[in-house]
Structure formats: structure tokens, C-alpha cells
């Protein structure tokens, strides 16, 4: 038998076995399994923060790492060191009905929500958005890059006006460019958009979806941005936001251009060049009413934490968001509930399952924290809260290795990350993955930007090098085909969906592969040396800033 046979007849057992290769311990998939099956019950309403279902859900992890041997790794209270951190979230939803129209050359046209838009509740802290007869502009991919000499606004004024964008990067269509090809780049993504709208004094945003640029469909849109919006806490929430921020269908939006004479086709191929100019539409105007209610609530993130043996003040972060999206409105099945199973009731229960292979295990060198985080969904916020108060410093933090998604179609015989990790981890990765008979494939998406779109890129961001992990395509049974059609079918019929749910179908023999590999890398960052940022990262520069805390 090779290796990854042995280690496939490992984990068929639901008991810690035979000591292999960099792993003494093996997960187990009937553990997982039933994590997963817990946390994606119907008892566990989808997870949404801020709700009795996130106390169920805060209750159940803490339980869970209390049973793996874990002790509090949260913020110091009177004295004492809990299971969490409080994370305060600004919460903002529409009140009521929306009202949105478009004016094409005098005559009234209704927009739906859910259907031909997406409108996020405002989060600048109004109660009332009332935009009357605003002038649209179309500003190409909405990217002001400077050092790829790239500017889609070419001084446009868009005060009192709405900003109409693509999604994605200008070389998603053609894959080459100034842009690096098909890889997504951070101006690829729908929060630099609006990030950049705002800088600018725009009055609103629409991106106009299109699934293979998005990376997901229409209903994942609709799921993701009409109910509830949470951010961090702002001073000033409108250095970071317009007062309206929203989706256009693709459909809509190509006949909206069509009736303001304009040929949307063209206008998408001609900003792919520099040569792009912004473009008004000249006889169609916006104008929007509706109330929103908004309001600062809590939420928190839970740690675990096994102190280090002769180094605890140094740190190495596993994580996984346990948030998704609640309740909703009932889908064509009368199903109400976005379960969240694969995402992200895998991460936690890998998360979990580390724990108690840490925790049966010899004490390592260095502490390791075991971190489930809020609000991934709503945009990073549970991780970039970390980040910018961390329990524990970033600078002697060793790196963060994040899951998100894992497989749920049986053992692989390759592993993958979300977006390229450019740094030693990916090295380590490779060659820990090499040892159980295992390739490395890259992420077979790149122009998902799904680097920026988990829980480690808040960490990233700061210098701490990070990865988030992905299961591989390549199925022991069925081959990469099989893999790529299962990915495909989920992100188009589950992802952000209610059918995203447990079945005793599942495959967790995968997942427990996965999970022993993640272990054995952690066992050896949490004994010595420093990983580090490859030559041309951009996050390389603030690492080595803090260079000499690091010993």
C-alpha cells in the first residue's frame, strides 16, 4: 500500500491509531461528521451573529473545547482569562418597503428587490435614504491603481451621483493585462469598489453582477446583501461607505444601458483598456426611499488556547469563522434556514477536531490558539476585530492557518489553498502533503480572489504570515472531474443557499485527511523558526518591521 492508502485505512476508524509520518494522530471523520451535522442543524438557525443562535452556537464550541482539554484563550476579565472575545458590530437593515426607480427619458421604471437589484441597507448611520432623480455613471471596473498607471474616474465628479461598475478586475475577460491575469487582485473586489466610491464623494454604487466574474450566482447575491449588514464600528462611516451600495443584475443592467442609448457590450470590452472614460447615462436618473434601522450590538469570538511548554508568549492561530447568514425568507423549497454545513460547519469542526488532537498530545514548544471567529460573512469583521485589538501580539504570532470550506466528497489525492499563499507555509504545505502521497494544486479560481474573501487576509493584511486552507479536486474516487463538477454544483446550488446542509451522503474521510495534514503542520510551526513572506509580497515589508521582537 503507498501512502495515502495507509493513511486512507487510518481514518476509517473513529479513534486516534498508528503514529504516521509528521502526525502522530489521525482525525477522525465520524467526529467531524457529527460537528458538522450539530452545527448546520435547524436547532442552530443558521448561525447569525447577535441572535439567541449565536449564544446556542458560542455554547457549543466553548463545550466542545472544554472537552478537547483547551483552556480559556480569550480577553482577561476581572482577573481572569475567558472563552471569548467581545466583538462589537454596527447592525444596520431596511425597515419597511424599498422603494427604487430608474427614469429613462421621462418614463418611471420599478426596480425589485431580489430580482433586478440587490440593495444593502446604508451603513452610514442614517435613518432615511431619499435620493431623488440621481445622475448614473458608468466608471468601468471602478480601479484607481497608480502603480499600473490605471485610472477608470479620470477626474469624473460623482458627488450627487451613482456609481455603476463591473465586477472583478479589468483582465477577468481576457486573462492577461496590467492585473496579473485571471488571479483576482484586491481591486477585483466588491468591498475596494465601494470602498472607492466613498473616497470619492459618490452619492451611491451598483456593481453589475455577472456569475462567472462574481464567482457565484444571482442567489447567492440576493442572500448575502438584502437582509441585515453588519461592519465594524466607525467614527466616520462614510470614509469607508456611499449612502446606497448594491448589485444590478447582469440582464437589467445591459437593457438599462440599451435605453440610455449606450451599447453595454462595448462599453465592458473598452474597459478592459486605459483608454476607458467614464460615460454618464445621459437620460436615465435613480431615485431611491427607504428607512433603515441601525445599531451597535455584540458579538463574539471564541478561543481556545494550550500554553505553550518553554515559549507560550509565542502563538500559533488556527481559525474558522462559525457565522453564516440565519433566516431568511423562504426559497422555492419553503426552506427558510441557511444551514451553513460546509460553510463554515467544516471549519469549526476541523477546529474542534484539532483541538482534541493538540490536546491528547504532548505539549508543544509555542502556544497555539484555536479561534473561532464572528461575522466572516459580513465581511471579515470577527478576524479584522482580532487584528486591530489582538489577544495576543501579532508580532510574536507565528502565522495563521485558516479553514474555510473544507471537502465533503471523500479523500483527495491533492490539496489546494484559496488564492496562493506567498509564503514558507506553502512550502511547508507542500512538502508535508508530498508525505502522505499527496500533490499541491493550485486554486483552480484564481479570479475568485478568494485570498481576500477569508478570515486570514485580516491577518495577512498586517504581516502575519497566513493561508487559508482548501480541499484538493482530484477525488480517490471519480478523479478531478468528479472534484470540479461537485465544486461547481455546490457553489451554484447550495453556496449562501439553504441547501447548504448535512446529508449522511457526506464523505468526512477527506475532510479527517485534511485535518491530520493541518495537524502535522502545526506541530512543526509550533516548535521553531519563523515563516516568512516570499520576495515581492506585498505584506513582506510590515512583517519585517517587527523583525527584531521575533527571536
Known amino acids: ?32 461528521s457529527v ?29 466542545r473545547m472544554k472537552e478537547a482539554g483547551l483552556q480559556p484563550g480569550g480577553t482577561v476579565v476581572d482577573g481572569r482569562r475567558g472563552w471569548t472575545q467581545d466583538v462589537p458590530l454596527a447592525k444596520f437593515a431596511i425597515a419597511g418597503p424599498l422603494s427604487l426607480s430608474l427614469t429613462v427619458g421621462g418614463r418611471s421604471l420599478t426596480l425589485a428587490q431580489g430580482q433586478q437589484v440587490a440593495i444593502r441597507a446604508a451603513q452610514t448611520n442614517v435613518d432615511q435614504v431619499a435620493i431623488q ?26 458627488h450627487g451621483k451613482i456609481a455603476v461598475v463591473l465586477v472583478n478586475d479589468p483582465d477577468f475577460a ?21 470602498e472607492e466610491a466613498a473616497r470619492r464623494g459618490a452619492l451611491g454604487m451598483l456593481i453589475v453582477h455577472d456569475t462567472a466574474a462574481a464567482s457565484y450566482g444571482w442567489a447567492t447575491v440576493v442572500n448575502s446583501n438584502t437582509d441585515a449588514i453588519y461592519d465594524i464600528v466607525r467614527n466616520d462611516p462614510s470614509q469607508a461607505h456611499v449612502q446606497m451600495e448594491g448589485w444590478i443584475q447582469h440582464d437589467a443592467a445591459a437593457a438599462l444601458f440599451k435605453q440610455a ?6 462599453l465592458k470590452k473598452l474597459a478592459q483598456t486605459r483608454d476607458f472614460k467614464p460615460v454618464t447615462l445621459g437620460n436615465v436618473t435613480l431615485s431611491a426611499a427607504y428607512r433603515v434601522n441601525h445599531d451597535v450590538v455584540k458579538s463574539q469570538n471564541v478561543l481556545g ?35 451553513g454545513a460546509v460553510d463554515n460547519g467544516t471549519g469549526v469542526a476541523a477546529l474542534l477536531e484539532l483541538g482534541r488532537l493538540f490536546g491528547s498530545a504532548p505539549r508543544t514548544a509555542r502556544s497555539i490558539v484555536f479561534m473561532a471567529v464572528t461575522a466572516e460573512e459580513r465581511g471579515l469583521l470577527g478576524s479584522e476585530y482580532y487584528a486591530t485589538d489582538p489577544v495576543y501580539p501579532l508580532e510574536t504570532t507565528v502565522a495563521d492557518i485558516n479553514m474555510d470550506m473544507l471537502g465533503v466528497y471523500g479523500p483527495t489525492k491533492d490539496v489546494s489553498t484559496f488564492g496562493k ?28 480572489g478568494h485570498f481576500f474573501r477569508s478570515d486570514h487576509f485580516s491577518l495577512s493584511k498586517r504581516g502575519v504570515p ?79 518591521k517587527s523583525a527584531n521582537q521575533r527571536h
Not at 133 to 158: H, I, M, S, T
Not at 176 to 193: I, L, S
Not at 422 to 446: C, F, I, K
Open 174 to 194: 481576457t486573462g492577461t493585462g496590467d492585473f496579473g491575469g485571471k488571479a483576482m487582485t484586491y481591486y477585483g473586489r466588491w468591498t475596494y469598489k465601494y
Open 261 to 266: 442609448g449606450l451599447d453595454f457590450d462595448a
Open 133 to 158: 432623480n440621481a445622475p448614473l455613471v458608468f466608471v468601468g471596473y471602478g480601479v484607481a491603481a497608480p502603480e499600473r498607471k490605471w485610472d477608470d474616474f479620470k477626474g469624473v465628479d460623482l
Open 421 to 448: 499563499a506567498e509564503n514558507t507555509l506553502l512550502d511547508d504545505l507542500v512538502e508535508l502533503a508530498r508525505a502522505q502521497g499527496r500533490s499541491y494544486s493550485a486554486d483552480p479560481s484564481p479570479e475568485a
Open 1 to 32: 500500500m503507498n501512502k495515502l492508502s495507509l493513511l486512507l485505512a487510518a481514518t476509517i476508524v473513529s479513534a486516534p491509531v498508528i503514529p504516521v509520518l509528521a502526525a502522530p494522530l489521525q482525525a477522525d471523520p465520524a467526529r467531524l
Open 305 to 339: 488556547r494550550l500554553p505553550g511548554a518553554t515559549k507560550p508568549d509565542e502563538t500559533l492561530i488556527y481559525s474558522a469563522h462559525w457565522d453564516h447568514f440565519g433566516v431568511r425568507p423562504p426559497d422555492a423549497n419553503g426552506d427558510r434556514i441557511l444551514n
Open 466 to 544: 497566513a493561508m487559508s486552507f482548501s480541499a484538493g479536486d482530484d477525488l480517490v474516487n471519480g478523479g478531478a472531474s468528479a472534484g470540479r463538477a461537485r465544486r461547481e454544483d455546490y457553489n451554484a446550488h447550495r453556496y449562501h443557499q439553504p441547501g447548504d446542509e448535512w446529508t449522511p451522503n457526506m464523505d468526512f474521510r477527506g475532510e479527517a485527511l485534511d485535518v491530520t495534514l493541518l495537524y502535522g503542520l502545526g506541530r512543526k510551526l509550533a516548535t521553531s523558526g519563523w515563516p516568512q513572506w516570499s520576495a515581492g509580497s506585498e505584506f513582506k515589508e510590515i512583517r519585517e
Open 35 to 63: 460537528d458538522v451535522k450539530l452545527l448546520s442543524s435547524d436547532a442552530f438557525e443558521g448561525r447569525e451573529p447577535a441572535t439567541r443562535a449565536e449564544n446556542r452556537t458560542v455554547l457549543f464550541i466553548i463545550d
